[in-house]
């Protein structure tokens, strides 16, 4: 009698361990789901800078106390120092990518921005912010007819 008492209080605890994986996942599916839905209903541009020529990928950076290191890395490449040195940890937004403007510092030189990518059939996201002045309507296949 006292085993099976046992068996039917571990079936239950197994049983509500699988309900509440099973509920967490679609919670979290959703939840992701959502988010997808509100970045993509943001303003699509294009993310790449010519400061040295053809189109190149553009530095981001995820964390809000870099936005004034990539603006003045950003500003000398602008004003034709090509050497440049930056204070940040790099992330890169490849040339040609599509990303999705959140908003606009004060001032209107940093944008936030989000975008999403396929690695080994995933989708995942980044988001950071980037030189304003980097983001463009057209892409660089568009870009790359004038050279």
């Not at 006292?2 to 239950?12: L, P, Q, S, T, Y």
């Not at 509100?38 to 950076?61: A, D, Q, R, W």
């Amino acid at each position: 009698m006292k085993r099976n008492r046992i068996f039917i209080w571990m079936g239950a605890v197994f049983l509500l361990m699988a309900l509440s994986f099973v509920s967490l996942d679609l919670i979290f599916e959703h939840e992701s789901q959502s988010h997808e839905s509100f970045v993509k209903s943001h303003k699509k541009m294009y993310c790449y800078e010519t400061y040295s020529g053809p189109p190149n990928p553009v530095l981001f950076v995820t964390d809000e106390k870099d936005i004034d290191s990539i603006k003045e890395y950003y500003e000398k490449i602008e004003h034709g120092n090509l050497n440049a040195t930056f204070n940040f940890p790099p992330s890169f937004v490849p040339a040609n990518q599509q990303v999705y403007v959140l908003s606009y510092d004060r001032d209107s030189s940093v944008a936030k921005i989000e975008f999403y990518y396929l690695v080994r059939g995933y989708l995942n996201s980044a988001a950071g912010y980037v030189y304003a002045h980097t983001l463009h309507k057209d892409s660089t296949k568009m870009r790359l007819k004038k050279y």
